[in-house]
């Protein structure tokens, strides 16, 4: 008997005549048929990707179906067909999207997929968080965000996952909900799953404009307005996913927000997940994740440890800020975890030993922000006007948090006394954009306490009609 299998597998127009002839199948034998065709294996997965937008709706949807069923269970095989999947999933019916995205994220999960055709795809990866699917592939969307998009998907997750909560006895709205926080805790940092808690977060919020000085502020403003959405009951379900799920890491920042929290629902469910947080969950088997060969790992390890107290962890912290051959960006963020922790001390210590000028100016920074008022602007202007250029972005910025609109007088003093033509050049060029930055009623009324002299000043700086808007 003569095995005919491998002929027609690798038949481009038997195999295309195959899938057309789809279309006269009966609905009941449909799924048998396309599961006939996949298994010739050979070209046989390809014509049906190419053939794909052309078939009516209905058998668009079951091939897309048993594509994914397919490719779930062989996601190697999809290593080649990857441009093909993205093809098919913009071309085919949008029914067959959440299928074929899947698929995709099967693929992407088990084989190497270069940077290139994984950003070709960030576009329909975040249409797909603004679509209708199923959680359970939403879940998959999410993940691919996370590879391709990175931080422009953090406002759509976060409004995901207060619709998830609205039904999360259903199965795939809690997994959903675990895939997104883990997504959020890559993506946004401590920050941004502390505002899960507590979208009012003084602290937390100013932690979220330091990490994400950088950003697009356009992102900034809709993560802020997304996180606003959350209630307290958001807070409550938040905690209780935490409470339940078994993490690789823990969210002890996002528990702490909560010990604190004004609504008391809040605070007893913090109280239980803490509880068993601690006694899972240890700084020590995060401190051994420290030294994980990826970099990835241990930039999450490190920003879970400023969660914990400073006498647990502040030691670990300072020295991996100093330890010389770690990542930059490692580094920063055991800085940030200090600040976290309020840990004054550590940061000042690293001033002074840092071998690295970023890291210092960063730890000062830092440091001058947990000083009062008046002590951390000093610090700060001085730096700011002794400060090399190449670091001057990096001053303004932590001048920018710890001014407030009223302490244009504070500005006003120190550029008098600035000593140098530079000196006070460089402070009326601070001045233009803390005008611009805080504009406003507050600043306003500032300026209208000021000399005669000084407001004519100021006028000749910003015009009072100027608006500026700021997170």
């Known amino acids: 008997m003569t095995n005919t299998k491998p002929q027609k597998s690798r038949n481009v127009k038997a195999l295309r005549r195959m899938v057309e002839q789809l279309e006269r199948v009966p609905a009941k034998k449909l799924e048998s048929a396309v599961c006939d065709i996949i298994d010739l294996g050979g070209f046989s997965l390809a014509v049906l990707l190419e053939k794909l937008p ?8 079951v091939v897309a179906r048993k594509i994914e069923d397919f490719l779930y ?17 913009r071309d085919a019916d949008i029914s067959c999207r959440p299928s074929l995205l899947a698929a995709i994220a099967d693929v992407s999960d088990s084989v190497a997929i270069d940077h290139l055709a994984m950003g070709r795809l960030a576009s329909d990866a975040l249409d797909a968080l603004d679509s209708n699917m199923d959680f ?13 998009s990175g931080v422009s998907g953090i406002p759509a997750i976060i409004k995901l996952m207060i619709k998830s909560s609205e039904k999360l006895d259903q199965y795939s709205n809690y997994q959903f909900m675990e895939t997104a ?43 802020m307005a997304a996180l606003r959405l959350a209630d307290a009951d958001f807070a409550q379900i938040m905690l209780k996913v935490i409470d339940l799920s078994e993490f690789n890491l823990p969210f002890a920042a996002m528990i702490k927000e909560g010990v ?16 068993k947080a601690s006694a899972a969950l240890s700084p020590e088997s995060l401190a051994r994740m420290l030294n994980d060969e990826s970099s990835e790992v241990r930039l999450m390890a490190v920003t879970s440890l400023g969660g914990f107290e400073r006498e647990q962890t502040g030691a670990m912290l300072e020295e991996l800020a100093s330890r010389q051959g770690e990542s930059i960006e490692v580094r920063l963020n055991a ?24 890291l210092a100016v960063n730890a000062r920074g830092l440091s001058a922000m947990l000083m009062p008022k008046e002590d951390g602007a000093r610090v700060m202007l001085q730096a700011f006007v002794d400060i090399g250029s190449d670091m001057l972005t990096e001053a303004t910025h932590y ?36 005008i611009d930055r805080k504009a406003g009623p507050r600043l306003d009324q500032a300026r209208m306490r000021l000399s005669e002299a000084e407001q004519k000043a100021i006028e000749m700086l910003a015009p009072k009609s100027q608006v500026s808007t700021a997170v």
């Open 181 to 223: 926080l883990m997504a959020l805790k890559r993506l946004g940092g401590e920050p941004v799953i502390r505002l899960l808690i507590n979208p009012s977060s003084a602290d937390a919020i100013r932690q979220l404009r330091m990490e994400w000085r950088a950003m697009d502020q356009q992102l900034l403003q809709e993560t």
């Open 73 to 89: 269970f062989h996601p190697e095989k999809g290593a080649k067909l990857f441009d093909r999947l993205q093809s098919a999933m």
């Open 335 to 358: 800085l940030y975890a200090l600040f976290a922790q309020k840990n004054r001390t550590a940061l000042e210590n690293l001033v002074q030993t840092a071998d690295n000028h970023r």
């Open 54 to 61: 052309a078939l009516t709706v209905p058998v668009q949807t």
């Open 136 to 148: 359970a592939r939403m879940s998959r969307a999410v993940e691919l965000v996370v590879k391709a």
């Open 260 to 275: 604190s929290h004004s609504d008391k629902w809040v605070r007893q469910a913090a109280a239980a997940s803490m509880q």
């Open 399 to 434: 001048l920018l948090e710890i001014l407030e609109p009223e302490d244009i007088e504070i500005l006003i003093k120190a550029h008098s006394s600035s000593g140098s033509e530079p000196r006070r050049e460089r402070l009326i060029d601070f001045m233009r954009l803390f």
